[in-house]
């Protein structure tokens, strides 16, 4: 049986193993850390591969800072924690579809390279915007001053310093853009072909984060900036200017013709049908349809209009409480063809008849959505920092737990542009989970079926504020909260609606997995034999079950359930997809009846098993019953 690895995705051996399909002659070997020979790219067979054109000059356009490399390399490199359940700070768990993850997104992002490879709609994110204050990302990015100034180029071919880079001067915004750098490679990932990411951000570092996303989502996928006009009453510090919006930038993983979706028209003003330099035809109108202003009775057939519009009745028509009762047909100069007459009344088109001129005209009940402007203010039913601080403080009976949070009706603005039912919308800088509650409202005002999925770092809140003495330790205990508070409130205001409010709740943490597991070569065999386990002691069953689904890229909210066979618990996720026994010595009849439900993956640990033979026992059972199943043990 396959032993699993228990390690993020390999994503940089992925992209050499594409290149590689592509242009096979350019394969060679080199040796790794460990002495072990791997397969890799000669860069020189590439170049020429590819033409090796030269540059008229070695000078080109690029963007880079001190770090770049290094952000760039932390992004692909591997690693082995994980993401344990947490069911008691969860809500709904066996049937919700929402996640909340605590921990660095960093790490997280990388853990959910499989599951969610290629699988989110929407993510938007509100990064540090590095006043100074709020970047507290302690990314392995760090560098002594020779090797900072040595990456900037400020030592030559000889080793002699160029010019001398103070302490001071620092890596101010080189390290804000590692952050954002190599989260925003693993974010790409995730996005569906037809997804889009939109970035709040402020003056601080715009002009920077742009050049990054142009590299990491390409320029020609840049939509556009849009100005939220975030405060009505701006802070009165600057000498110079008084800061009232900040910006909202927008990419698409890869351009589409997709037609993005603001506010709907809401005037019921009324339209004439007719246009006078248009040629004469006949429109046919059907019973029951055409409202009238007319008193009830009869009309017949004839002449009608006014001075300025030739209009022809061809059929007699009766007017019943206000609606002409018989099909009938009208001869004049009309802006519609029939088709297009048959077609707005099959969308909710009011027609009418009000007149004696028998002049009809329409009202429009359903306007299609216009194309958003980049101005997000008031006009388009977006509220103020200001206004979603006093909606959050009154969610938690009149008690102000955070600063500054985004309003709903901001990201809901957002998700209305593109999201459409059951699309996975992201926020991996969750704060006071906004991007939740705003899915959740949208979903009830809608009844549609969005997930979304948060990720926040723990920061621990001032032991000395009102909020810690309310029992939340950290930022995402007051995200979870509003999460749970928000959920009931929109439950109450629309209790018709099978809304999801529901969320599972993880953390991330180091591997389930002693360090036996992963450098089981310098232990000898006698020794192995003699360990319990290698797995944690303070580890259970769901633990295990959601490593494994992370490491065979099964998303993390399908549906879960439990049950006895014999004296094992066994564990069955989304119906067969993959069921798990962590049992030990798991007797040979359970091992059947797992295997007659053919499950696509069945997953075991290794010490479930008394000894080799009993291993190739198992595997000969689901090669007779389950041939198709795929078995791994931990």
Not at 185 to 193: E, G, K, S, V, W
Not at 282 to 289: C, D, E, H, R, S
Request: glycine letters at 4%; proline letters at 3%.
């Amino acid at each position: 049986m396959e032993k699993m690895e228990m390690k993020t995705k390999d994503v940089l051996n992925e992209k050499i193993e594409r290149i590689l399909e592509l242009f096979p002659e350019c394969s060679t070997e080199i040796k790794n850390s460990c002495g072990t020979l791997k397969r890799s790219i000669d860069f020189s067979k590439l170049k020429m591969c590819l033409g090796d054109l030269p540059s008229e000059s070695d000078e080109v356009y690029s963007f880079t800072w001190a770090g770049k490399k290094k952000a760039y390399i932390e992004s692909m490199r591997r690693i082995t924690k994980t993401l344990r359940p947490v069911k008691n700070k969860s809500v709904g768990w066996n049937e919700t579809q929402n996640i909340y993850i605590e921990g660095d997104n960093l790490d997280i992002l990388k853990l959910l390279q499989e599951s969610y490879f290629n699988s989110v709609r929407m993510i938007y994110i509100d990064p540090p915007y590095n006043t100074g204050s709020d970047f507290i990302y302690s990314d392995k990015f760090s560098q002594t001053i020779k090797e900072y100034n040595e990456e900037i180029g400020l030592y030559d071919n000889d080793s002699r310093l160029l010019f001398k880079n103070a302490e001071t001067n620092g890596r101010f915004h080189s390290d804000w853009c590692s952050m954002i750098y190599s989260r925003l490679i693993l974010a790409r990932n995730l996005l569906t072909d037809d997804g889009v990411i939109f970035i709040s951000i402020d003056d601080n570092e715009v002009e920077n984060l742009k050049k990054i996303c142009h590299e990491v989502f390409g320029e020609s996928n840049f939509i556009g900036q849009w100005n939220w006009y975030k405060s009505a009453t701006p802070p009165n510090l600057s000498k110079k200017i008084k800061k009232n919006v900040e910006y909202i930038l927008c990419y698409e993983k890869k351009y589409s013709s997709i037609k993005y979706k603001g506010l709907k028209k809401n005037s019921l003003s009324s339209n004439g049908l007719l246009n006078q330099t248009n040629k004469f035809s006949i429109l046919k109108f059907p019973a029951n349809v055409v409202e009238s202003g007319l008193p009830d009775g009869k009309y017949t057939a004839g002449a009608y209009g006014t001075s300025n519009y030739e209009i022809n009745l061809l059929d007699d028509v009766i007017v019943k409480n206000g609606i002409f009762v018989n099909n009938f047909r009208l001869q004049a100069k009309f802006k519609w063809g029939q088709d297009n007459l048959l077609k707005e009344i099959e969308n909710g088109t009011k027609i009418a008849i009000r007149t004696k001129s028998f002049s009809p005209s329409y009202e429009k009940m359903d306007y299609a959505p216009e194309v958003p402007p980049n101005l997000i203010d008031k006009s388009v039913n977006v509220d103020t920092t200001e206004q979603a601080g006093k909606l959050l403080t009154a969610l938690f009976d009149n008690i102000k737990v955070f600063d500054y949070p985004k309003p709903v009706d901001l990201i809901a603005y957002l998700i209305n542009f593109i999201c459409d039912d059951n699309d996975i919308v992201m926020d991996f800088f969750s704060g006071s989970a906004t991007t939740a509650h705003a899915v959740m409202a949208t979903n009830a005002a809608q009844n549609k079926n969005r997930k979304f999925i948060l990720v926040q770092l723990p920061e621990n809140v001032d032991k000395n504020s009102i909020v810690y003495k309310m029992g939340f330790e950290t930022i995402c205990d007051i995200g979870e909260e509003r999460i749970r508070r928000a959920g009931k409130k929109i439950k109450s205001e629309f209790m018709e609606s099978s809304v999801d409010i529901g969320f599972r709740v993880f953390k991330l943490d180091e591997t389930n997995m002693r360090d036996v597991y992963y450098s089981a070569s310098e232990y000898s065999q006698d020794l192995l034999s003699s360990l319990e386990s290698n797995v944690k002691s303070d580890r259970n069953d769901l633990d295990l079950l959601f490593g494994c689904l992370l490491e065979w890229g099964l998303p993390l909210s399908l549906p879960y359930a439990c049950e006895k066979i014999g004296e094992c618990t066994v564990h069955n996720y989304n119906d067969g997809d993959l069921i798990a026994c962590f049992d030990e010595n798991i007797p040979e009849s359970v091992i059947k009846e797992i295997a007659k439900k053919r499950p696509l993956r069945a997953v075991f640990r290794d010490s479930s098993f008394a000894n080799s033979p009993s291993k190739i026992n198992v595997a000969e059972i689901f090669k007779l019953l389950a041939p198709d199943t795929r078995v791994k043990v931990i």
